[in-house]
């Protein structure tokens, strides 16, 4: 018995028409399907309260609380951009002490300390490291602190998937986690095969969503600069996402070169300043301007050496004269001469025929002989000395041919991240 069709019972365009009309209904069917779906992960659209600017600005006023004074506005995320071994790690750990504990961050700002827990994911060092450098980091109410090595496990962070992101938001909400660090966002791109250049904003967008089922007001994400430029590398997203950039910078390539940090963002424009290191707490503190303070510093350590050695008043143009073999251009000493006179290191005075003398000013101080001593008022005597303390800092002095320059170097305490 021969099978029947559509066409043998209907005819061929009714048979066609029918077809049509299954295909319709099973694709209807898909996207509603879809749509209840997107609803249901999205959650209820809550009413907007429309106001006008009028209304808005009738309203009491609320100054804007911070998590940290002048760094981070409450409720607000943070992009910490830093050079590769620049100490992003240990900036992150004093953050995390100042936000249990309290107390000052980098030893001048107020930090108002979280109600619940800090989460940090870190993602490329090791178990063990980080428990030595947590334990090093002194942290009082470390019941508070919850840290995840994830290397090797970043692939479990895949957010971007609704189901794993509903898993982390339960497990966070249920430690209470009120900040959350994330060290750093280049081996989770890798693991979930996305492409750092372009997709970087899909886990933002992720990330974002994240935050706001586990009801965590703020977070900091860590991430790489690119080797020879000085900001987040990859999606432009990255910086258009975060309320405040952080820059963690090294001075030069050393890897042994001073740090500098520097913010910007919403409410926030904090000026590049270098940062000290306490290699047994681990504690960074502010304690210098920025790169170019750095370098008119060492400048200045060795106008400092001229004067001394000259044991006398000398003009700018002597000056000049007696760093002619050195590195420094006539314009750098200039500006130096003029950091000096700034901060006091140097005093200048009217000489003669409208010139200009230098003597060290009552805060420089020189080291002869392995021991300090503060430059006289009156510049009298002619000391020997074999380093130079400019505004706090020590730079020892070397010869080079038949004159002397300065190389940048620390007390004890005073070692690199």
Same mark, same amino acid.
């Given at each position: 018995?021969n ?14 028409a ?8 099973a694709?209807?069917? @898909? ?8 609803a ?8 907007l ?21 002048? &760094? ?11 050079q ?35 989460a ?8 063990? !490291?980080?428990?030595? &450098? ?7 109410h ?9 290397r090797? *496990? ?11 992101r509903?898993? &982390? ?6 430690? @209470?986690?009120?900040y ?20 970087a ?10 935050l ?24 432009? *997203?990255?910086?258009?996402w ?6 963690l910078?090294r001075?030069d390539?050393?890897p +042994?070169? $001073? ?8 409410? =926030? ?9 306490? $290699?047994?707490t ?5 304690? +210098? ?13 060795d ?18 004269a007696a ?14 001469? !003029?950091? +000096? ?10 000489? $003669? ?5 230098y ?8 080291? =002869? ?9 009156d510049?009298n005597?002619?000391p020997?000395n ?5 505004s706090?800092?020590?730079?020892? *002095? ?17 070692? *690199?991240?």
């Amino acid at each position: 018995m021969n099978e029947l069709h559509a066409d043998d019972i209907f005819g061929p365009d009714e048979a066609y028409a029918r077809r049509v009309q299954l295909a319709y209904d099973a694709e209807r069917a @898909k996207r509603e399907a879809r749509r209840m779906l997107d609803a249901t992960e999205r959650g209820p659209v809550l009413p907007l309260a429309i106001l006008t600017v009028r209304e808005r600005l009738a309203r009491p006023r609320v100054a804007t609380p911070w998590r940290i004074e002048n &760094w981070q506005p409450a409720g607000s995320r943070v992009v910490l951009a830093a050079q590769f071994k620049a100490g992003k790690t240990t900036l992150t750990g004093n953050l995390v002490r100042c936000l249990v504990d309290g107390g000052l961050f980098l030893g001048r700002d107020r930090v108002f300390p979280v109600a619940g827990t800090v989460a940090v994911l870190d993602f490329e060092m090791s178990d063990y !490291k980080l428990d030595d &450098w947590y334990r090093d980091f002194g942290i009082e109410h470390d019941d508070r602190v919850i840290v995840l090595p994830m290397r090797g *496990r970043a692939s479990s962070f895949a957010i971007t998937d609704a189901d794993v992101r509903r898993e &982390w938001a339960a497990r966070l909400k249920a430690y @209470k986690v009120a900040y959350l660090v994330i060290d750093c966002l280049r081996p989770i791109l890798d693991a979930l095969g996305m492409d750092e250049h372009r997709e970087a904003g899909q886990f933002l967008v992720a990330l974002d969503a994240l935050l706001k089922d586990a009801e965590i007001p703020d977070a900091m994400l860590v991430h790489h600069m690119g080797h020879a430029g000085e900001r987040s590398r990859g999606d432009s *997203r990255l910086r258009d996402w975060p309320d405040v950039e952080m820059r963690l910078l090294r001075q030069d390539d050393d890897p +042994g070169s $001073p740090r500098f940090i520097t913010a910007y963002g919403r409410d =926030v424009d904090i000026p590049e300043a270098q940062l000290e290191y306490d $290699p047994a707490t681990r504690r960074l503190t502010v304690a +210098g301007g920025s790169r170019k303070d750095a370098q008119l510093a060492e400048v200045l350590a060795d106008i400092l050496g001229v004067l001394t050695d000259a044991g006398a008043p000398q003009s700018g143009r002597a000056i000049k004269a007696a760093l002619a073999d050195s590195e420094h251009g006539r314009d750098t000493i200039d500006a130096a001469l !003029k950091y +000096g006179a700034r901060n006091g290191d140097l005093i200048p005075h009217a000489g $003669p025929r409208n010139s200009k003398l230098y003597i060290p000013g009552s805060g420089s101080s020189v080291r =002869v002989s392995g021991s300090v001593r503060q430059c006289p008022d009156d510049f009298n005597g002619h000391p020997v000395n074999t380093s130079v303390r400019v505004s706090g800092r020590l730079y020892k *002095r070397r010869t080079l041919g038949h004159s002397e320059v300065s190389d940048a170097r620390t007390d004890d305490a005073d070692e *690199r991240i």
